[in-house]
């Protein structure tokens, strides 16, 4: 599986998302849309920016009974995304359900990723709001095994989190890591960060930068830097 870099495209509307993707007119970079963007302009962002020619993760996070969850995966699917996820919180029946529901017809499907735990929720959250009294590196490795006995490509972690993902479930499972700033740049909200560089040293399979590349002064710039360090 070809590592690549993944642009977050946190906007809210259609003509802000087009414009900074007009900035690209060598390279088609991948795309993260999130639910922001999606819950503001539909199905129809995906199909235009896929008619552009940028591959797409659609990250919605799914989480609700198998069944529903089937049957929304298999819509994604039909929208032609190339990465969608889903909430590992939802069980291994969950997420083997989603599968189902992504699988086309012809047997080709988005890759299916796992989110464990979210970034935000720290130990003491856990264990008080969830009840989860394991510790938490524990859980996240536990939520990625059974992500990959339900059958899904890999994992949304940290990269610090990427060695002992592919120690638990292997290589070959996929591990797609937020949190990625240059030596040199703000770190905004995010707390545990690394740099593309780092994050390639660690084995992420696909790093997802946001800000870093939208918000800079030359986002192609930002963008190429991104594929220097982590890619090539
Ligand atoms: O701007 P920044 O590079 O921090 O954006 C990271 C992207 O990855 C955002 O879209 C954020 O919602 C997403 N994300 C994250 N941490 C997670 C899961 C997703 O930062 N654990």
Do not use: W
């Amino acid at each position: 599986m070809g590592k690549d870099v993944i642009v977050a495209c946190d906007f809210n509307t259609a003509e802000e998302t087009l414009r900074f993707l007009n900035n690209f007119t060598e390279e088609k970079p991948y795309v993260k849309i999130g639910m922001e963007l999606f819950y503001a302009e539909g199905p129809e962002i995906v199909r235009e920016i896929k008619r552009r020619g940028h591959k797409i993760f659609l990250d919605l996070k799914l989480h609700d009974i198998p069944n529903t969850v089937k049957k929304a995966m298999s819509v994604l699917s039909r929208l032609d995304v190339d990465m969608c996820n889903l909430h590992a919180a939802g069980t291994v029946a969950m997420m083997e359900a989603a599968m189902e529901g992504l699988t086309r017809s012809d047997g080709s499907r988005p890759l299916l990723i796992a989110v464990t735990q979210l970034t935000s929720t720290d130990q003491e959250r856990m264990e008080r709001d969830l009840l989860i009294n394991e510790p938490l590196e524990k859980v996240v490795m536990h939520y990625a095994f059974n992500a990959r006995a339900a059958g899904l490509d890999g994992v949304v972690c940290s990269p610090l989190e990427s060695p002992a993902v592919h120690e638990t479930c292997g290589k070959e499972f996929l591990t797609v890591t937020p949190g990625v700033r240059f030596d040199d740049g703000d770190k905004g909200d995010q707390v545990r960060v690394t740099t593309p560089e780092k994050a390639k040293e660690l084995g992420s399979d696909y790093i997802v930068v946001g800000r870093p590349i939208t918000q800079a002064e030359n986002p192609v710039a930002a963008y190429r830097r991104c594929v220097e360090e982590f890619v090539d």
